[in-house]
């Protein structure tokens, strides 16, 4: 079954304690994308990846890292989090390139991040 | 900056009646998606409009795209309680980027 696996689903942790959020897709779709999700404001993309070691930042970087080492995984780092992250997360994958921005983007389940 | 601006933000209504949630820019785009998201899921494409003036059906569903590609509408017709979500709109930039909407929370009760 094609689909975007994240994990976790869920998770409340401390301010400044390390944690990754892992992403994996098995279409073989290049572009991959992280957004946060908070009311009121849509979705916010944070960072974007179009191929394997190209990573770009999105409208709201600030605090976050991603890396791209395999085409099928994009993890989200949170180097020292803080509770102005506290938000739903969600990683997306699609066809997507440069010269085409009609691709169908695939979501994964959402993860709900709460920094106390 | 483009700016995709998405309106109601919210909408109840009764089941059976009909509504029309609207995405406007002043920009420009190649093309613009709408999606749907339920409750502790993804948002889930539902169609995606790339010609000026067109218009595309998903059973009660119906996608327009402006003539000037700067504005879309989906309208439902009859509504049912398997309606509920919440809805966006995103449209392909000038770098082919997505720019979303904020998003129509809409609710249809029986």
């Known amino acids: 079954e094609a689909q975007v696996t994240q994990n976790p689903r869920y998770l409340i942790t401390v301010t400044g304690k390390k944690l990754t959020v892992t992403c994996s897709q098995n279409m073989n779709h290049e572009y991959m994308s992280w957004y946060r999700q908070d009311p009121g404001l849509g979705l916010r993309q944070i960072y974007y990846?179009?191929?394997?070691?190209?990573?770009d930042k999105g409208d709201v970087p600030e605090g976050y890292k991603v890396s791209r080492k395999e085409k099928r995984n994009f993890p989200l780092i949170l180097e020292s989090p803080s509770p102005n992250q506290t938000s739903l997360y969600f990683c997306?994958?699609?066809?997507?390139?440069?010269?085409?921005?009609?691709?169908?983007?695939?979501f994964g389940d959402g993860t709900r991040l709460s920094i106390l | 900056t483009q700016l995709l601006e998405q309106s109601p933000q919210f909408l109840s209504i009764q089941e059976g009646e009909n509504l029309t949630v609207y995405c406007n820019s002043s920009?420009?785009?190649?093309?613009l998606q709408w999606y749907r998201q339920e409750p502790g899921e993804g948002p889930v494409l539902l169609v995606t409009v790339v010609t000026g003036g067109e218009v595309k059906k998903l059973k009660r569903l119906t996608f327009q795209f402006g003539d000037a590609r700067k504005d879309s509408s989906l309208h439902i017709t009859a509504a049912q309680p398997g309606d509920t979500g919440l809805y966006l709109c995103a449209g392909a930039g000038s770098n082919y980027q997505l720019i979303w909407g904020a998003g129509t929370k809409l609710i249809i009760k029986p």
């Open positions: 997306a994958s699609s066809f997507q390139s440069r010269g085409d921005g009609n691709q169908p983007q695939h």
């Open positions: 990846s179009m191929n394997v070691e190209v990573t």
């Open positions: 920009s420009v785009f190649s093309s």
